[in-house]
T-cell receptor, first 110, second 120 residues
Framework: DAKTTQPTSMDCAEGRAANLPCNHS???????VYWYRQIHSQGPQYIIH???NNETNEMASLIITEDRKSSTLILPHATLRDTAVYYC???????????FGKGTTLSVSS | GAVVSQHPSRVICKSGTSVKIECRSL??????MFWYRQFPKQSLMLMAT?????????EQGVEKDKFLINHASLTLSTLTVTSAHPEDSSFYIC????????????????FGPGTRLTVL
């Protein structure tokens, strides 16, 4: 799996968009980008994944650069409940374990 | 999405005793489950891969005789911490991949809520 680099922490005001960057410059052509988040003392929660194209679901949007070396997770209207550690993972095939880095601690405040 | 449960959610035991943690896939069958450990203020660390009907695969540095994994059915994997000591106190989390996803494609996984183990 490709190594990912994320900022240690970020702050966001409630109601504003939270943009979480992730660098994965060594990603290979068939590796997906996955985003999970972990709220304190809970198991990780799947958010979104993508390969080449930008993706959007009910939780977030994922913007992947054309060269696929970086991506941004966008929470369009952050709420206090979005305060969590967000993990960006660049990984491969189904059936293998997801390897977690240190993630970004997002703090949403009112 | 698919649901994964863990039991117990929290356990406190005395040093030297063994503790069993269960991981269940509630609405799907999982041939593969994964076990992670998370210490305070740290990320999840993969401990082992649990395969139904065969021996688990352990990550380097994880003692297989201390952390016994049994995946006897397609919906249940168990992790037994044998002769637990205070340094084994941690948050243990299991996960299972979405079985509806074909092998070789994306790797969405579903995680249990975790088990907090405290060894006194």
């Amino acid at each position: 799996d490709a190594k990912t680099t994320q900022p240690t922490s970020m702050d966001c005001a409630e109601g504003r968009a939270a943009n979480l960057p992730c660098n994965h410059s060594t990603i290979s052509g068939n590796e997906y980008v996955y985003w999970y988040r972990q709220i304190h003392s809970q198991g990780p929660q799947y958010i979104i994944h993508g390969l080449k194209n930008n993706e959007t679901n009910e939780m977030a949007s994922l913007i992947i650069t054309e060269d696929r070396k970086s991506s941004t997770l966008i929470l369009p209207h952050a709420t206090l409940r979005d305060t969590a550690v967000y993990y960006c993972i660049a990984g491969n095939q189904a059936g293998t374990a997801l390897i977690f880095g240190k993630g970004t601690t997002l703090s949403v405040s009112s | 999405g698919a649901v994964v449960s863990q039991h117990p959610s929290r356990v406190i035991c005395k040093s030297g005793t063994s503790v069993k943690i269960e991981c269940r896939s509630l609405d799907f069958q999982a041939t593969t489950m994964f076990w992670y450990r998370q210490f305070p203020k740290q990320s999840l660390m993969l401990m082992a891969t649990s395969n139904e009907g065969s021996k688990a695969t352990y990550e380097q540095g994880v003692e297989k005789d201390k952390f016994l994994i049994n995946h006897a059915s397609l919906t249940l994997s168990t992790l037994t911490v044998t002769s637990a000591h205070p340094e084994d106190s941690s948050f243990y989390i299991c996960s299972a991949r979405d079985p509806r996803v074909r092998e070789g494609t994306y790797n969405e996984q579903f995680f249990g809520p975790g088990t907090r183990l405290t060894v006194l």
